[in-house]
Each structure stands twice: as C-alpha cells, then as structure tokens.
T-cell receptor
Framework: SQTIHQWPATLVQPVGSPLSLECTVE??????LYWYRQAAGRGLQLLFY??????ISSEVPQNLSASRPQDRQFILSSKKLLLSDSGFYLC??????????FGPGTRLTVL | AQTVTQSQPEMSVQEAETVTLSCTYD???????LFWYKQPPSRQMILVIR??????QNATENRFSVNFQKAAKSFSLKISDSQLGDAAMYFC??????????????FGQGTELSVKP
C-alpha cells in the first residue's frame, strides 16, 4: 500500500530564516505531487505541483520554491521566511485513479 | 477559471440524524471529478467520497452519499446516522480532467460540522 510522509510535523522559525519541508511517498512510482497551504483552518491553496522529476509548476508567485530531486520526493523551500508564510502545509500525491491522498501536514509558525 | 463554493461555514447535527452539506461549483468543462474530503482536528485530509462527472449514478460510501446535479453544478454530501467521529471540517473539491492542469484540486472554503450527543 502507499504511504506519504511529511516532516517536520511542526516548525517554528524566525522571520528571514530559510525553510525546507520534505515530503516522500512510498509504494508507488512516478506519482504527481502537490504542495498546498492552508491558512487559518480554511480552504487549501495549491502552491506547486509536479508531474515528474524536475517538472514543477508554480501556482502562486511568492518567496517559496519547490524541487523534486527524486521520483518520490518533493521539497518545499524558502530562502527567507515572511510572517505571511505561517500556515499548515500539506503534501499530496496522485496517480492513475486521479484521487489525491494527503500527508499528515506540517504546521509552520513564523515569528 | 473553476471555482468551488461552500455556502455553509458551520453545520450542526444530532447524533444518529442525517445532515446534508452543500457545494456548488463553476466550470465550463464537461468532464471532471468532484471530491469530498474530511479534515478532523488532526488536520490530515481524508478522502470521503469521489464522483466522476460522466457518471450519472450518485456515489455512495457506507453512510456517505452525494447528490450530484451536473446541470445545476451542485454536489452535496449527505451523512446518514451521524456519529461523533464525523465531527470535522468538510471540504468540497474539483479536479479538471485536462491533463496539462496537472490534476490539481480546487477547494471550497469548508464547512465545519459538529455532532451533538
């Protein structure tokens, strides 16, 4: 069966510090991968999606970036965090069935 | 661009009763997918049910069923025999079938469901 992992689970970072959130998927190959952000417990906003290694599309221009160094690894990064980057970050994967399955999420607080 | 609207920020239901959560969407596409996800306090998104637009039959998963009205662009979720564990935020989501859109989901703002014992 497939599983998706995210880490860290929680993170508190000062403004201006770098960020690296990691997402990995097990039990499948060549998945589509997604990063979403959820602010204030409401709707999810798609940040990036990837249909293959080094194939990444950005949905919202901002100070975040994404990379996919391996088939089942998706990384969300920032060189300098802003207060507005605080939120809950969810990674998801899909393949074939078109249904997206989500990881447990990372709660990021920028102080 | 497609949009998804959930007009009920909060809903409440008595345990063992039935509740219906509303969702409407806007699209010019004829083929797409619709989903309901549940987000409990742990905040992990859990798939509840999915519907393919080309299927006329409404999807059903145990106590969960949908009323899919394609012409009206409506996709409501019915929860029967509500249980305390059903308390959560529920999100309606749309997915285009167009390949170059990458399968991304467009979410509504959510409906927070509380279940009273």
């Amino acid at each position: 069966s497939q599983t998706i992992h995210q880490w860290p689970a929680t993170l508190v970072q000062p403004v201006g510090s770098p960020l690296s959130l990691e997402c990995t998927v097990e039990g499948t190959s060549n998945p589509n991968l997604y990063w979403y952000r959820q602010a204030a417990g409401r709707g999810l906003q798609l940040l990036f999606y990837s249909i293959g290694i080094d194939q990444i599309s950005s949905e919202v221009p901002q100070n975040l970036s994404a990379s996919r160094p391996q088939d089942r690894q998706f990384i969300l990064s920032s060189k300098k965090l802003l207060l507005s980057d605080s939120g809950f970050y969810l990674c998801a994967w899909s393949r074939g069935s078109h249904t997206q399955y989500f990881g447990p999420g990372t709660r990021l607080t920028v102080l | 661009a497609q949009t998804v609207t959930q007009s009920q920020p909060e809903m409440s239901v008595q345990e063992a009763e039935t509740v219906t959560l509303s969702c409407t969407y806007d699209t010019s596409e004829s083929d797409y997918y619709l989903f309901w996800y549940k987000q409990p306090p742990s905040r992990q998104m859990i798939l509840v049910i999915r519907q393919e637009a080309y299927k006329q039959q409404n999807a059903t998963e145990n106590r969960f069923s949908v009323n899919f009205q394609k012409a009206a662009k409506s996709f409501s979720l019915k929860i029967s025999d509500s249980q305390l564990g059903d308390a959560a935020m529920y999100f309606c989501a749309y997915r285009s079938s167009i390949y170059n859109q990458g399968g991304k989901l467009i979410f509504g703002q959510g409906t927070e469901l509380s279940v009273k014992p």
